[in-house]
């Protein structure tokens, strides 16, 4: 509605949306003859949406990537272990390689976003310690200690 100053007053109204499956940040939605008229009773324009992806607590998203900060035991990094990871499209079985060191990122090809092509999950390994805290487990980190020729430090 024009306003006698010349501006223009929107009217608010409700649409119905689909998302695209696979719609990245920034990317503009163009909803056809969803705009407001044109003047002197023309046809309606186009709306055109900007898409805006909120943060998950779980995933970070890069394009069509995602990342997932995964924990694993020390033993899972150094012997290997096959391990269940959540992806945006559920659970799956990953093989942690023997050897692995926290920060690592392993690729699950095509567990990203959708689209074409579609993205891949970068799971990131973070190697959790257990607790010194009790007797047995203090006994067992004693014991690597004096039998492990191991120094992060040494180059």
């Known amino acids: 509605e024009m306003k006698p ?27 056809a003859g969803q705009g407001e008229p ?4 023309g046809a309606a324009g186009d709306l055109y ?8 607590r779980q995933f970070q998203l890069e394009a069509r990537d995602v990342t997932l900060t995964f924990p694993v035991a020390p ?3 150094a012997l290997g272990a096959s391990v269940t990871v959540p992806t945006l499209g559920g659970a799956v079985a990953m093989h942690v390689p023997a050897g692995s060191q926290s920060g690592q990122k392993l690729r699950l090809r095509g567990r990203g976003l959708p689209g074409t092509p579609p993205g891949d999950q970068y ?8 607790p010194a ?6 006994a067992l980190y004693e014991e ?10 040494r180059t």
């Open 144 to 153: 690597m200690r004096s039998k492990l020729d191991f120094d992060p430090r």
């Open 38 to 41: 044109a003047a002197h009773g």
């Open 49 to 56: 949406l900007e898409v805006h992806i909120r943060a998950h």
């Open 123 to 130: 799971v990131q390994l973070k190697v959790v310690l257990p």
């Open 133 to 138: 805290d009790s007797p047995q487990a203090r």
């Open 75 to 77: 033993w899972e990094a």
């Open 5 to 31: 100053d010349g501006s223009v007053q929107l009217e608010a109204h409700t649409v119905r949306v689909t998302i695209p499956a696979g719609v990245t940040e920034g990317q503009l939605i163009r909803l």
